[in-house]
Nanobody, 117 residues
């Protein structure tokens, strides 16, 4: 099982980035998936999640600026996206992709760094 994030980088305040997470090796069609972030010295916090049925949640800090989406082709890799706009310095963090599939099964990616200056 792999969750591999990409798309992070350094941008100026007000800029945009689109994060991607390719999930493979498991049937993610029944999993809730999401993006979390962790700033240096901080806790890992939820940014946005999307359920298998497409129910979406955003942290208040992300509402109106970030858009989560997922592509779930049958019998193929799943891809989770996070389109981020109007980025601010307090968005600087390591961003992680995660999948929660059952009460006992969850997966995390290694993260992609987003730096806003």
């Amino acid at each position: 099982v792999q969750l591999v994030e990409s798309g992070g980088g350094s941008v100026q305040s007000g800029g945009s980035l689109k994060l991607s997470c390719v999930a493979s090796g498991y049937d993610f069609s029944k999993c809730e998936m999401g993006w979390f972030r962790q700033a240096p010295g901080g806790e890992r916090d939820m940014v946005s999640t999307i359920s298998a049925r497409g129910i979406i949640k955003y942290d208040n800090s992300a509402k109106g600026r970030f858009t989560i989406s997922r592509n779930m082709p049958k019998n193929s890799e799943h891809t989770l996206y996070l389109q981020m706009a109007n980025l601010r310095s307090d968005d600087t963090a390591m961003y992680y992709c995660a999948a929660s599939c059952t009460q006992y099964v969850s997966f995390w990616g290694a993260g992609t760094q987003v730096t806003v200056s």
